[in-house]
């Protein structure tokens, strides 16, 4: 159990959840490459290779640089691609292929959370048009993610106007709770990823959820719980079923602030520079 129900007198308090291989078992951007290939957005190899991808992400994990790599690969993919055809293939194809991969735990993880009386936040490097979808599936409050640049044509540019990873998703974060009053000493955070550090680093609850060997590492180093989510079932099939109380409609956090952004791209740079020298 996550504790007692928190009362109106109480901070609030929310729990932020990282998605891919911590809410669900795939990478939640690369899952859909079968419906983007069907919906005319790729052709055949690119399928192929966003397939082999999704293979070495799930294999291994993704480090700093693969995640580098990937985040370059798909800014260039989805150059040109219509955002409104791109919404419609997820609204279509969202329950067939998200709904199967939803972790039985973290969906009661999810419950328990706002039972308890805490807002949920999807926190995800995949783009915002793939994780709002998501995170109204999920019943989440609010989401923070990827979000490109969109020309006058309605089409993406291939340029990224807020990259959520590392750094930046912990300064979102400390954003959200400046404006809606978190108390992060007593705020909850999941993720599977060292990439997420910053992140789990923010909230006084920090958990590693099917963690990459770096962060098992530093999870055992400072105590922190370590979770192994290994069941993928549909919603609708769990049993007691999947409760979602009545909620405000989810709220992107679309405003993340000039420091997140260029605290995240100094880092990047410095990243980089360092794996050069």
Known sequence: ???????????????????????IAKSSTLTFSKSFYQGGLINRRAALRT??????????GADHDQMERMREYLSALCRGWNVQLVKEIVAETLHDLIDPIIYDEAASLIEEHHTAGRDVVIVS??????VEPIGELLGAD???ATRMVVGDDGCFTGEVEYYAYGPTKAEAIRELA???????????????????????????????VNPDRALRREALARGWPVLEFHRPVRLKQRIPGFAVPPRPALVAAAAIGAAAATAGLVWYASR???AVA
């Open 1 to 23: 159990m996550l504790g007692v129900v928190e009362n109106h007198s109480s901070p609030r308090t929310a729990a932020f959840f990282d998605l891919d291989k911590t809410v």
């Open 178 to 208: 400046a404006s809606e009053g978190y108390d992060l000493t007593r705020c909850y955070a999941y993720s599977d990823s060292a990439t997420d550090l910053p992140m789990l680093e923010t909230v006084g609850h920090p958990h590693a």
């Open 125 to 130: 490097t995949s783009g915002a048009e793939v």
């Open 272 to 274: 980089r520079r360092a």
């Open 142 to 144: 609010r989401v923070v």
């Open 51 to 60: 397939a082999y991808t999704q293979f070495v992400f799930l294999a291994g």
